[in-house]
């Protein structure tokens, strides 16, 4: 069974940085598509970054030069490094990945952004 377990969300100051991480487990074959998402409460998830197995990435405008999303293959484990992060960014971000246009979630990792 395909996990997605996501680490690393917590307080982080605003201008602050933080890396989130995703451990994929459970699959015999390489994920088409890895990323990330993010949703606050009441409000639809939005796409954050993600990232094909090829190396093309793809940003929200609002993170563009902000974030960076990467995958260890070796390792299995997809990355969200953020930083200059504002008030706004307080969401619960989610762990995505694709494969044969299925998806898969993590169970999400809450960022709270503070002044």
């Known amino acids: 069974q395909v996990q997605l377990v996501e680490s690393g969300g917590r307080l982080v100051q605003a201008g602050g940085s933080l890396r989130l991480s995703c451990a994929t487990s459970?699959?015999?074959?390489?994920?088409?598509?890895t990323g990330w998402y993010r949703q606050a409460p009441g409000k639809r998830r939005d796409l954050v970054a993600i990232?094909?197995?090829?190396?093309?990435?793809t940003y929200s405008d609002s993170v563009k030069g902000r974030y960076t999303v990467s995958r260890d293959n070796t390792k299995d484990i997809v990355y969200l490094q953020m930083n200059s992060l504002k008030l706004e960014e307080t969401d619960d971000y989610y762990c995505?990945?694709?494969?044969?246009?299925?998806?898969?979630w993590g169970q999400g990792s809450a960022v709270t952004v503070s002044t």
């Open positions: 995505y990945a694709q494969h044969r246009n299925r998806d898969y």
């Open positions: 459970g699959s015999n074959f390489d994920f088409d598509v």
């Open positions: 990232r094909t197995y090829g190396g093309i990435t």
